[in-house]
T-cell receptor
């Protein structure tokens, strides 16, 4: 089975621009979660989607948004980029997200640098 | 208080020794616990999950869970230099989709 894929792998953007990141989950997985990872803050939860619906959202400003398509692929968007948005953005997929044995598997991540 | 706490390390152990990584959690409703390994510049890789009190063994890895003490640990036997990485502990509530991660413990295995 193919793993979680994320595109692009690396991105350099300028302050004020916007960016869209893409994630394709493991085949059959319907839950997709997004995380931001920085050296100082560790892994911070952004949001989670299941069946095209956002079920939970972390404590991030409204500049961070996402969506999920009917094939479970997900995108996240960051508008009006700030220097502090520079981070590794990770996508993780799981079967349903709520089961006891429902483990999350991470993609390789997108390294975003804002200059 | 952080929901999932880990000592940031680094934890240094000689090659062949047992590495013991510890984690505490504050949410008593947490039911599922996970250990991820993350090499520098890479994404987290799931190595163990545990749901019931007691020990769970997988090769050189043993996860231990004590819900009464709200404590999770990971033992790595016969540590190898290739085990040098950051180990992330994570917890999830029953019926809830959000997984909360600790900040990780950096393990260094000295040859």
């Amino acid at each position: 089975k193919a793993g979680v894929t994320q595109t692009p792998r690396y991105l350099i953007k300028t302050r004020g621009q916007q960016v869209t990141l893409s994630c394709s989950p493991i085949s059959g997985h319907r839950s997709v979660s997004w995380y931001q990872q920085t050296p100082g803050q560790g892994l911070q939860f952004l949001f989670e989607y299941f069946s095209e619906t956002q079920r939970n959202k972390g404590n991030f400003p409204g500049r961070f948004s996402g969506r999920q398509f009917s094939n479970s692929r997900s995108e996240m968007n960051v508008s009006t980029l700030e220097l502090g948005d520079s981070a590794l953005y990770l996508c993780a997929s799981s079967s349903s997200g709520t089961g006891t044995g429902d483990e999350q598997y991470f993609g390789p991540g997108t390294r975003l640098t804002v200059t | 208080q952080k929901e999932v706490e880990q000592n940031s390390g680094p934890l240094s152990v000689p090659e062949g020794a047992i590495a013991s990584l510890n984690c505490t959690y504050s949410d008593r409703v947490s039911q599922s616990f996970f250990w991820y390994r993350q090499y520098s510049g890479k994404s987290p890789e799931l190595i163990m999950s545990i749901y019931s009190n007691g020990d769970k063994e997988d090769g050189r890895f043993t996860a231990q869970l004590n819900k009464a003490s709200q404590y999770v640990s990971l033992l790595i036997r016969d540590s190898q230099p290739s085990d040098s990485a950051t180990y992330l502990c994570a917890a999830k509530r029953r019926g809830y989709q959000k997984v909360t991660f600790g900040t990780g413990t950096k393990l260094q295995v000295i040859p």
